[in-house]
Nanobody, 125 residues
Framework: QVQLVESGGGLVQAGGSLRLSCAGS????????MGWFRQAPGKERELVAA????????IYADSVKGRFTISRDNAKITLYLQMNSLKPADTAVYYC??????????????????WGKGTLVTVSS
């Protein structure tokens, strides 16, 4: 059974930092791009950042560029998201995702093959 399990969410004040982790199991995810999406109340799920299997290419939403950094450790099958200078607008449930077509077809929800259950990030003002 393929699983993606997120951790590291929580409550933080504006300007603070959090590091999200996503542990994969059930398959190697070899060749799979991985990414983080988020969904705020009443809004659609949107891409935050994505990274290719090799780690040589990344994509970021304009709203997080310069503040968030995505990385992965393929040996540990773990994905990370370092979030700095957090803003109240970053409040959302953050989902880990894996998709072989994330960079080929485009980094949208339709390109995701596997989802985690999400972790809540709340940024207070």
């Amino acid at each position: 059974q393929v699983q993606l399990v997120e951790s590291g969410g929580g409550l933080v004040q504006a300007g603070g930092s959090l590091r999200l982790s996503c542990a994969g199991s059930g398959r190697t995810f070899s060749g799979y791009a991985m990414g983080w999406f988020r969904q705020a109340p009443g809004k659609e799920r949107e891409l935050v950042a994505a990274i290719r299997w090799s780690g040589d290419r990344t994509i970021y939403a304009d709203s997080v560029k310069g503040r968030f950094t995505i990385s992965r450790d393929n040996a540990k099958i773990t994905l990370y998201l370092q979030m700095n200078s957090l803003k109240p607008a970053d409040t959302a449930v953050y989902y880990c995702a894996a998709g072989s077509g994330l960079f080929v077809l485009g980094p949208t929800v339709r390109s995701v093959d596997y989802w985690g259950k999400g972790t809540l990030v709340t940024v207070s003002s």
